[in-house]
């Protein structure tokens, strides 16, 4: 399925755009409509590109885009200033991957999409 262009002009997906509640300050990514505090208060938030992984795995038997990929880790990471993301952790040997370790936010390429071999990229983690 080839991703269509106006998904890939959504902001959240390559700048880290998102929200947060002006009256208890919880940060969102993607950005939401209304809190669970129930404000619909909303401003628009640049979220940092650094962070620390919550939680990992580790995949050794991937979905078809990735098997050239593996064994690859995709991490919870929290970033600094509020929200968390999912992502792949790239640049960094899966041994040198733990709970707690300081990342950066990195734009890679996620996988190639059909036979035309269009590329898909997002954003990545790599332990700093």
């Known amino acids: 399925m080839i991703v269509p ?72 990471v929290e970033l600094e200033g509020g929200g968390t993301i999912q992502c792949q952790v790239a640049d960094t040997p899966l041994e040198e991957i733990e709970v707690g370790k300081d990342v950066e936010i990195v734009f890679r390429k996620i996988f190639t999409e059909g036979e035309a071999g269009i590329h898909c990229y997002g954003y990545k983690c790599r332990v700093v």
């Open 5 to 76: 262009r106006h998904y890939k002009e959504i902001p959240q997906r390559y700048r880290l755009e998102g929200n947060r509640c002006k009256v208890c300050g919880k940060v969102f990514l993607p950005p939401r409509q209304i809190c669970p505090c129930g404000s619909e208060d909303l401003e628009d938030y640049n979220l940092p590109w650094r962070g620390k992984i919550l939680t990992f795995t580790v995949i050794r038997t991937p979905p078809t885009q990735f098997k050239y990929q593996k064994p690859y880790a995709v991490a919870v």
